[in-house]
């Protein structure tokens, strides 16, 4: 080396210190911050409705959690709050905050249905003049067509419709039409004939999955060629792991003259919708105007930050949910009750709390509190020699375990505590940390063999048969999509479900079943449920949060948004 | 100017040895390799870089070390409820967070307490209460290991490809240089990422050969694989010239076999450009594997990597910098050590070099 060389490199050393001591000082004045400010987060408070104060371009900083934009396929809260305002069932919620946001109404149906004395009838009339964004008039038999597509496209909201006549055969064959649903495009009659009373049988109708798509939709994932609409909005593009458009349905006016009047039109003209992998990347480009609103939970290492600077942006919210981990009743060591105990005794909910940045409820329930079947228990406290006793007791000590997750925001960290637990317990556990737009297909597929990871649940309506039916039942195990992770199939647990299934109404009585299932469910360890989480939404200073409305289902309602 | 000694080798190493020439005095014949030595150790810069180099992997080969006696805890074990003893108080390790009377409290991991805590944090903690120093020292010894092996894999395999296609010619030299034209063709990065996320999800079942997705393996032969055309290609240029060489001539004249001609005859003589390739390409895998790691599609987590280390502290920017500023320093010192080593020793080697020395 030359001296002209040897002093080149040494400018080079001087140049990339200096730059990394620039790259600290910037980086170190950001984290000052003040933890005892005055201003305060609000929670939404109940009562509001939708305001009529159009604006031009709604901007989302999003996460990577969409799996499909297909009403038939998507089972994600980041498809369901897209879709909500696009796809339109025949039945639907009320856009408003608080507890009244669960109260059925009518959206393509003229009204609630008829049912018949022994439950098991329900027929609706479609409105007439409807059409989809396409211009192509929407007909009672799609409705039909919507369903037998999802049986067609194995979708993972089959499970719902197994109780109506005619289900079970066309779920083998998918040919020929369901035998339980008839429609009459002249009148608009739709008659749906169930095998037996089903309590939550008109939420099911209101779910995306019995949102109405034309007959001739193909039978595949429609997620990048959007299938025309009914709702205020319709989804112009979308681009997995990149963007997604949503712009307003021409055909809407027509539609709301049908009589709808519990859609709201929706404020933004149009909504774009960025797909960003990092939490902290969404929240800097929302803080600095570049979004308008952050999907992404903030970092928690920035809550004083937006506490102290950005109270007034910013809105807590606790939906009813329930995180935990699942464990393959199917594989080894799960197979075996004492080693899912032994999960369930090894980890510190404390702790997992805290992962989440203390923004959370330790629990050990399946159901969220926020149920009136919802009953305390506490059959698993922290115990961690108790948890290794059981791991000996088996004889699966030593046993490989591979833990899946996906790479978004702070779930990859519970990941890697549960492995750091599972290893002190006596197990050779590895993480899998897969995108999460794929993820809960994968660990949905049972020849992917997951044998533990992962999960979280937001009710899709609020009725304990969404947790037990949908996530517990053995009976709705499917092989692929399916939502039973757990694989969960215990005889006397499906039967109860079975029967809670047909009570049409959740009396005190029928709550208190609920809560004994509930602890019945603990009682076999299906699962490690470890918190309840809040939330925060983050919005740019040009948003007007009085028009924010935050559903009880749907969470934070992008189209009722307005700008100041 | 006077004529050597009929017995001695004029090299035109140094200026003592022109003197000598000059002055007639005897000099003794040296191999190349001894030469090569002579000019390396003047060369004090690329030294201190040998040095530095070696003090990073020793220090990281000491991880386990530092993890038993020193941090009291291994890379992976987390510790989100402990709290830690510093100057006297009691602290969280990872601050409690949430919403405290109606407001927004952040959720930090202490920062680094250097020698505050007895030897515990001394670089602060992540998110799970996991000892940084521990993980950037075991990071560490993950990407050297990913580093070296994979350099030692492609040297090896584009050697033996360079020396088959240069020394046959014909139809095998044209396939050979068609499959490194194919990975020209794609960016190594992109390769890179396509390959490492392929198999960092399912893992390899070829035959007899299963890895799993969280071997470290996967990454080192990802690595190795993408970066063989671009060892191989220079090197196959030189067999090709050394192929026309008198001394390959007269060892085919002599019956020696294909087998001997290669690895006796032309291997020896790319054998220093192999050398420096070696050592640059150590430093380019490093940054190879921090930046598929980085992406997810390298080292998989929970094993720590300069990369990983990159990607868990990017979430702590804002508060806690030092924690991805630490592993792309350590990063930075490994590549910027050798790749100035890897010059000198080129220096050293290249018979260019020698001819600049003379003028």
């Not at chain 1, 049908?258 to 933004?268: A, E, F, L, Y």
């Not at chain 1, 519970?414 to 317990?425: E, R």
């Not at chain 1, 749907?554 to 189209?559: L, V, W």
């Not at chain 2, 198999?199 to 050969?209: C, E, K, M, S, T």
Request: charged share 15%.
């Amino acid at each position: 080396m030359t001296r002209r060389q040897r002093w080149t490199w040494l400018l080079s050393v001087g140049a990339l210190i200096a730059g990394f001591a620039l790259l600290a000082a910037a980086c170190g004045s950001k984290s000052s911050s003040n933890a005892n400010n005055n201003t305060t987060s609000s929670a939404s408070s109940g009562g509001g409705t939708a305001q009529n104060k159009p604006f031009a371009n709604f901007r989302l900083a999003y996460d990577t959690g969409i799996d499909f934009l297909d009403p038939g396929l998507s089972y994600t809260v980041e498809g369901w709050a897209i879709m909500w305002n696009t796809y339109l069932p025949l039945l639907g919620y009320k856009h408003v905050n608080g507890p009244d946001g669960a109260t059925l109404v009518p959206y393509l149906a003229k009204d609630l249905p008829k049912v018949s004395s022994d439950g098991k009838t329900y027929t609706f009339t479609l409105r007439k003049g409807l059409k989809y964004s396409d211009g192509t008039p929407v007909k009672a038999t799609d409705f039909r067509a919507t369903i037998e597509r999802d049986y067609k496209l194995d979708s993972p909201g089959v499970g719902f419709f197994g109780n109506i006549v005619g289900a079970t055969q066309f779920s083998k064959t998918k040919k020929g039409h369901l035998t339980g649903i008839t429609a009459n495009d002249k009148t608009g009659a739709i008659t749906i004939k169930l095998t037996q009373a089903q309590g939550d049988f008109q939420n099911i109708l209101a779910t995306e999955f019995s949102a109405l798509v034309p007959a001739a939709t193909p039978a595949k994932d429609q997620s990048t060629s959007p299938i025309p609409s009914t709702g205020p909005y319709m989804i112009q593009s979308y681009k997995p792991n990149r963007q997604a458009i949503v712009v307003r349905n021409p055909q809407w006016k027509s539609n709301k003259g049908t009589g709808i009047t519990d859609v709201p039109d929706g404020n933004p003209d149009r909504m774009t919708i960025d797909i960003l992998g990092d939490d902290g990347v969404a929240l800097t480009r929302t803080l600095r105007g570049q979004d308008d609103y952050d999907f992404h939970q903030p970092p928690p290492d920035r809550l004083n930050t937006l506490q102290s600077k950005y109270s007034n942006q910013t809105k807590v919210y606790t939906p009813a949910n329930t995180y935990y981990f699942f464990m393959n009743t199917r594989l080894k060591p799960f197979s075996d009750l004492r080693v899912r105990q032994a999960v369930n005794y090894a980890i510190n909910r404390q702790a997992l709390v805290r992962i989440y940045g203390g923004l959370a409820n330790p629990t050990e329930n399946i159901l969220p509190p926020t149920y009136p079947s919802y009953k305390k228990h506490a059959l698993y406290p922290y115990n961690l020699s108790k948890a290794k006793q059981l791991v000996q007791q088996s004889g699966m000590k030593g046993t490989s375990v591979t833990v899946w997750n996906h790479d978004r925001g702070s779930d990859p960290k519970a990941t890697a505590y549960l492995t750091d637990v599972l290893n002190s317990i006596g197990f050779k556990a590895k993480e899998k940390i897969i995108n999460s737009s794929v993820y809960w297909t994968t660990v949905g597929n049972q020849a992917t063999k997951a044998q533990i990871g992962f999960a979280d649940w937001f009710q899709d309506y609020p009725h304990p048969l969404d947790w037990f039916d949908v996530l517990l039942n053995g009976t709705r195990i499917t092989q692929t999509h399916n939502n039973n992770y757990s694989n969960f199939d215990n005889k006397a647990i499906n039967a109860k479900i079975a029967s809670l299934k047909k009570q049409p109404k959740l009396s005190s009585q029928v709550n208190s079943q609920w809560a004994a299932l509930d602890q019945q469910v603990m009682s076999q360890a299906a699962w490690a449920p470890f918190i309840n989480r809040q939330f925060v939404d983050t919005f740019n200073s040009d948003i007007d949060l009085s028009c924010y409305i935050n559903h009880v289902l749907y969470q934070f309602d992008f189209a009722t948004i307005c700008h100041k | 100017m006077a004529q050597p000694a009929a017995e001695t080798e004029f090299t035109l190493d140094t200026a003592a040895e022109l003197a000598a020439d000059e002055s007639g005095a005897v000099i003794r014949g040296r191999s190349p390799w001894y030469l090569a030595w002579r000019r390396l150790r003047r060369n004090y810069v690329a030294f201190a870089c040998l040095a530095l180099f070696v003090l990073i992997v020793v220090v990281c080969a000491l991880a386990p070390v530092y993890a038993r006696h020193v941090a009291h805890t291994g890379p992976n074990n987390t510790h989100v409820l402990d709290q830690i003893t510093v100057n006297g108080q009691r602290i969280d390790v990872v601050s409690k967070g949430g919403v405290l009377n109606g407001k927004l409290v952040a959720s930090t991991p202490v920062g680094p307490e250097w020698f505050a805590a007895g030897g515990r944090y001394v670089l602060g903690a992540d998110t799970l209460g996991r000892d940084i120093a521990v993980r950037l020292l075991y990071g560490g010894r993950t990407s050297l290991i990913v580093g070296i092996v994979s350099s030692l894999i492609c040297v090896v395999v584009a050697g033996i490809l360079a020396l088959l296609a240069g020394f046959y010619g014909g139809w095998l030299d044209f396939v050979i240089t068609r499959f490194f034209d194919l990975f020209y063709a794609f960016p190594v990065i992109l390769l890179g990422i396509a390959l490492g996320a392929a198999l960092a999800i399912n893992g390899v079942h070829w035959g007899p050969i299963k890895l799993n997705s969280g071997n470290i393996l996967i990454p080192t032969l990802v690595i190795s694989y993408v970066l063989i055309p671009y060892v191989g290609r220079p090197l196959r240029g030189q067999v090709l010239s050394l192929r026309q060489k008198e001394f390959v001539e007269a060892a085919i004249a002599q019956g020696a076999n294909p087998l001997r001609i290669m690895f006796g005859e032309l291997l020896p003589n790319v054998a220093s450009s192999i050398l420096v390739f070696f050592t640059l390409i150590i430093a380019n895998n490093i940054v190879l594997e921090a930046a598929l790691s980085f992406l997810g599609a390298g080292v998989q987590p929970p094993t720590a990597s300069w990369g990983t280390l990159i990607s868990d502290g990017q979430t702590l920017i804002v508060t806690r910098p030092w924690f991805a500023i630490m592993p792309g320093l350590a990063i930075v010192l490994t590549v910027l050590a050798l790749n100035v080593f890897g010059d000198g020793l080129r220096d050293a080697l290249d018979p260019r070099a020698k001819v600049k020395i003379e003028h």
